[in-house]
Every structure is written in C-alpha cells, then in structure tokens.
C-alpha cells in the first residue's frame, strides 16, 4: 500500500530528469546554455501555475490553511539559516553560492515532487496545501536567499546603491518582483479577496502552467548533465538536514501547537519532500556554479525514496 504512491510519484520524476541528463549528455539538448529553457519555467510557466493553484482556492479554505503556511515558513527559514551560516563557517563556500545551497535545502520540491505525492496519499484535496507551501517559500524563503546573492554578485548592468541600506533596499526589490515570488503573492491576495478565477483565465494560465514541474524537472537533468556528481561531505550533510532534519523540525513544531491532526500529517509530509530545483535554476540564471547544488538535488531525491516512505507509513 505504502509503495504504490511512492512508485507511482517518485518514477516519473526520474524518467524525466533522466530524460533530460540524457538529451544533455548525448548533444541531442545543448546543455551549457540552457537560458531559454531557464526563461520558460521562471518566467512564465511557474508562475501562471502558482498564480492559478493559490487564486483558484475559496477564501475560506485559503484561510484554514494559515496555520500550514506559518508552520512551513518558520521550519523552511530555520533550515535556510542554519545551513547558510552553517556552510559559510565551515568552507570557503561564497555567500551567493552558500545562499542558493541553503534555498535548495530549505525549499522543497513542491512543484515536482509534492504534487503527484499528495495526490496520491492526501487526495485532490492535497493540492491547495501544496499551493500553501509552494507559497510560503516563494515569498519567504526565494527572496531572501535572492537578496543574499544579488548583494555578493551585483549587477554588471546596473550597479547597486552605494552604502549597506541602498543594496539591501535595491536586491530587495530585485528579488520581490520577480515574477516567480509575486505569482504566488497575488494569488493568494486574489482568494482571500474572494473574487473567482475566470474559466477562461484559469484555461489560459494552466496551458502554459502545466508544463512547468516537467519541463523544470527535464532542465534540472539537462543542467546536471553538465557537470559531474560530486558526493563529499557537504552533500551528504545536505541531505541528512533535507530529508530527515526538515520532517523531524516539523514534528516538533506541530505537536507543540494547538493545531488539527490533518494538518499536523500534512505539514510533516510536505516537509520529508526532497531538495527543490530552484536553486539550480537561479543559479544557471545569476551564472553561478550549480555543481554541489545538483549533487545535492540528485542525493536528496534519490534518499528521500526511505524518507517518504517511513513517513507515509507512519502517518497514513
């Protein structure tokens, strides 16, 4: 019972990322500059997806899923902050590079991972959580890893106010209006005013919405592809911290708080998805090396087959 959603998530995801490696690796898919690919998912297709899951809900369930968004924010910052401090004392590691190490570790793979996963255990009513989660890092957890590498990288176009407050106050706005961190905002804005996304809208959005977890996953192999797997240390704490340091977190969080058991299960399950691909994709966007965050991706997602499991069988 407790293999078949895990079976039925977890292979298709790997079909297409390997689907990707290998178009990468055999030159059928350029996979050195992949900026157009990159354009596609976070520019448009993400974001009409995130715009439509979080707009589509009723108001008052956007509101019931408050406490979920609060619980997976403050776990998601935590973990963010302890590896960015963590790997910034113990390496040579750059403070972009220690930024999108730390987003990848945080932030969950919702959109690929999550999805099919919560469909398969929670059932259709597992996708507004999700959207509820894919909101809380959107626009909590990317901006400021994105604050954090527009003030190492800057600009080469554009330089950065002088004085401290001027380049916070500038990557601030670099990164809150981008379009993947403003979709999920205005989303969620839109249901709790309680208007009703229009038929034809929504029909538009998804077109182009619904390519967004395959073709996010197809550049991540395309991506890693080009650069080696590396297992060292680092990696293999990332991922001890992402698959089972982020469930464990949350556990602790949600017995501690007055809140539903169905929620509690479902905060847990979001938590125990492996690694998200967002860092690798801003990394390919800022020009940064992306090696130890694929590596990180590749060992989380494949671990997180154990972790997954244990948690669907203890929980559901």
Request: proline content about 6%.
């Amino acid at each position: 019972m407790t293999a078949n959603p895990i079976l039925l998530a977890l292979a298709p995801i790997f079909f297409v990322i390997l689907a990707g490696y290998g178009a990468g690796r055999l030159r059928i898919v350029e996979n050195h500059h992949v900026d157009g690919l990159n354009a596609l998912v976070m520019i448009f297709a993400l974001p009409a997806s995130l715009f439509v899951a979080t707009a589509s809900a009723p108001r008052k369930e956007m509101l019931d899923q408050a406490p979920l968004f609060l619980i997976l924010a403050l776990v998601m910052l935590l973990v963010q902050l302890a590896w960015y401090f963590f790997v910034r004392a113990s390496s040579d590691v750059s403070k972009a590079d220690a930024a999108l190490q730390a987003l990848t570790i945080s932030f969950p793979n919702l959109a690929g991972v999550g999805l099919p996963i919560a469909a398969a255990v929670v059932g259709p009513d597992g996708v507004v959580p999700v959207a509820v989660a894919l909101a809380a890092g959107s626009i909590i957890i990317s901006p400021l890893s994105l604050v954090l590498v527009e003030l190492d990288t800057g600009n080469p176009k554009e330089e950065l106010a002088t004085g401290s407050p001027g380049k916070v106050w500038t990557a601030f706005l670099r990164s809150v209006t981008k379009p993947v961190v403003l979709a999920p905002t205005v989303g969620i804005l839109y249901s709790l005013a309680g208007w009703e996304l229009l038929s034809l809208a929504k029909a538009s959005l998804m077109l182009v919405g619904v390519a967004a977890p395959g073709v996010a996953l197809f550049l991540t192999g395309l991506i890693l592809s080009s650069q080696p797997f590396r297992l060292n240390w680092s990696v293999v704490a990332a991922t001890g911290l992402a698959d089972i340091g982020r469930p464990i977190l949350t556990a602790v969080v949600v017995f501690t708080l007055p809140i539903s058991t169905e929620t509690a299960k479902i905060a847990i399950l979001l938590s125990a998805i492996p690694s998200g691909f967002f860092g690798i994709l801003f990394a390919v966007n800022y020009r940064l090396n992306s090696a130890s965050t694929g590596s990180m991706v590749i060992a989380s997602t494949l671990f997180s087959i154990v972790t997954l499991a244990t948690v669907i069988a203890l929980l559901f």
